[in-house]
C-alpha cells in the first residue's frame, strides 16, 4: 500500500499553485490519476518515484518510508521499486532495443526476465532494431517492456497513449493489462482520457489545481448515478437543434453517434460523456476477418 | 628538404594537449551544462577568455608564472624539477589553457541538447551518475565529442602567440611549425616558410572538412 501525504509549491501554466495530496493506494491495484493539464499529474508521479522532492510531508510504501521531510528521509529515485514510462518514452537512442532492456536490468536481477518480458510485449521481432527506426506504438511498447525488466512492485505511467492513434491505443491498453496481471504491479497512469479510465483502472483520482477532488471507481465517477447495462464514453462534437429536438454529435473510438439530448441538459461541445442506455436490444455480430 | 621536426613536434603537442583537455574538460561542461549556480555566467566568462584575449597576454602571464623567480614556478622546480619556461611541459600547460574553450564550449552545448528525460529514466533504474555518463551521455553526444576534440586539436595546431611568449625557439623542443614559418621568414628563406605554410594549411584544411562531414551525417540522422 501507498500512503501519499505531501505538499509542494510549483510553478505551472496555471501560475503559482499550492499542491497537497493526500491519499493511499491498495497494492496491485490499477489506478488513472485524471485531471486538466496543470493540475499536477505528471508532478504527482514525479514525486512518488523519487524525481522530485516535495517541500514536506510523507510517502510510505508498503511500510517503508520512500520520503519523510521531518526526519530527513529521501530514498533515492533507484531505490525506490517504480517503473516509470516517460509521455516521449525516453528511450535511449544509442542503444537497440535489447540494450535498452538489458540496461534496465538491475545487476543482481536473473536476465531471464528479459525474454519474459519480450515474449508478452511481442518485441522478438524488433530485439536487434534502433529506436528510431520504430514507430511510436512500437517505442511506446519497448518503453513499456524496459520498465518491466526493472522489475517494479510501483509501474508508473505518464500520459502513455497521448501519442497514439485510436487502432493502437486498444492494442497497448491490452498490452498494459497483461503486464499489470501477469507481474502483480500496482499501477498508476496519468491520462485525460475517461475511455482509457473506463477500460483499465479500477480506481480513478480526480485532480484540480493540486487537490484531489474525487476518487472512486471510474464507472461511478463518471457515469454517475446511471446503472445502465450499455455504456460508452465519448466527446461532444456538435450540438444543433433539429425540429423540436437537440442532436448532439458524439465521438466515440473512432465513430460519430448522433444523439437526441433533452433540451435541458447542459451539454457543451468539447465535454466528455457517457451514453449510456437500459433497455434495447443490441446487435452482436463478429467482424468478417 | 625541409626540417620535419616542427611538424611533428606541433603534431605532439596537438595530440597530448587534446587529450589532455578531454578528460579535463568533460566534468568542467558538464557542471557548467548542469548547474543551477548563480555563479554560471562568471565560469563561463573565464572559460571563454582565451577566445577574445590577445595570445600574447595569455602567454606573458604565463611566463611570469612559470619563471623559476616566481612561487609557482620556483616551487615546481624545487620540488618536482619541472621548469615550465622555455620547454615542451611549458607548451603543453599554455596550449591547454588556451585551446580550452574550444573544447568546453561544444561539449558543454552537447551536455545540454541531452533531454534531461533520458537522465532521469536512468536514475529510475538505479544507474550511478557516472555510469549514465559513460552509457547514456557521452554515446549520444558523439558530434558534438568529435567537434570539440577536433577544433582543439586544429586551434592547438595553429597557435602563435602563446607559444612564442612561453617556449621560444628551441629545435625539437619547442620550435612548432608556426614559430618555424615566422623563423624562416626573419631569415629571408621563403620557399621554406611556404613550404610549412601550405602544410599546416593543407592539414587545417583537411581538419575542417572532417568535422563538417561528420556534423552533416549527425543532423541526418537526427532528422530521418
Redesign the interface.
Known sequence: MIGFHIKKRLNTSLGETQFQFDFEIQKESFTAIYGESGAGKTSLLRMI???MKPDDGTITYNGKVWFDQKKNIDL????RK???V?Q?Y?L???MTVLGNLK??L?KSADPVIIDSVIDITDLGELKSKMP?TLSGGQQQRVALARAIV?QPELLLLDEPLSALDTVMQQKLQDYLIKVHKEFKLTTIFVTHDITQIIKMADQVMILESGKVVKAGKPTVIFGQSLSGKFKLSGRVLDIYAEGVINIASILIGKDVIKVVISGTDPLSIGDEVVVASKAFNPIVQKVGE | MIDWQPIILTLQLALVTTVILFFLSIPMAYKLAFTQSSLKPIFEALVSMPLVLPPTIVGFYLLLTFSPNSTIGYWLNNNFGINLAFSFEGLVVGSLIYSLPFMVQPLQAGFSKISVKLIEAAQTMGRTNWEILIRVILPNIKPSIITAVVLSFAHTIGEFGVVLMIGGNIPGETKVASIAIYDEVEAMNYGAANTYSVILFALSFLILVFIYSINKGSFKSINS
Open positions: 518515484s523519487g524525481l533515492h529515485t533507484g531505490q517504480v517503473g516509470f516517460f516521449d525516453a535511449f537512442p544509442n540496461f534496465a538491475s528510431d526493472q
